[in-house]
């Protein structure tokens, strides 16, 4: 399922409804790139005006791809029914699908890492930093050079620049550093100025959270 808003393609067409379809048409490539089918998520915020929805529904029509009004916020299951039918029959129309991966569990990190970058992304190749390179050439001495990758990039763009909208290509993903998570089994890949996790707290906000004597939810705040 791909989830999209009238407001995200407004904003990857920097203002521009149309011009934003581009963003979201290589979305759905990239799903179909792995052989599964789409169904395109379509979730309405109040102000959205009913021609700027239909000219959302109109793209994906236009493109073949199954697509449903999601409104579950504003109206629980009810508002969710229409999205789980095509769910549904995207299942009955794909009961045995067969998702090709983007590359061979044999391959290095950087092959891995330029396959993501090419073939998810758009772009044009990848640049590593000098500490990038150290990092991935130790943990290749340690015998972690065939791991998956897992890529933090900006999720406001499909480049690693927050800045370039749409589905910019003439671009190089930079790989500012690469992480280790051995226990969990990839390494965790840095893409521009991305930030990772932070940590959490010792004590979790949710043992602050109760309900009193009138029934009413409390600590939330």
Request: with cysteine; net charge negative; aromatic share 6%.
């Amino acid at each position: 399922m791909l989830v999209t808003t009238v407001q995200s393609v407004r904003s990857q067409g920097e203002g521009d409804l149309q011009a934003g379809f581009a963003n979201l048409e290589k979305h759905i490539g990239i799903v179909r790139g792995l052989h599964l089918p789409v169904v395109v998520a379509i979730n309405r915020f109040p102000k959205d005006t009913d021609a700027e929805l239909a000219t959302l529904q109109q793209f994906c029509e236009a493109r073949g791809a199954s697509f449903a009004l999601s409104e579950a916020y504003a109206k629980g299951g009810e508002g969710a029914a229409a999205l789980a039918r095509k769910v549904v029959e995207a299942i009955a129309a794909n009961p045995d699908p067969q998702p090709v991966p983007l590359y061979s569990a044999g391959s290095t990190a950087l092959e891995k890492i330029e396959t993501v970058a090419r073939r998810v992304y758009g772009a044009d190749g990848v640049e590593l930093s000098e500490c990038a390179q150290q990092n991935l050439a130790r943990f290749e001495g340690w015998g972690f050079g065939r791991l998956p990758v897992c890529i933090a990039k900006t999720q406001y763009s499909l480049s690693d620049d927050p800045k370039r909208m749409g589905a910019p290509t003439g671009w190089k993903l930079r790989v500012t550093d690469v992480g280790l998570s051995a226990g969990a089994g990839f390494l965790v890949v840095t893409s521009g100025a991305m930030m990772l996790m932070p940590g959490l707290p010792k004590t979790s906000r949710a043992m602050l959270i109760d309900v009193d004597a009138d029934g009413e939810i409390v600590g939330m705040g």
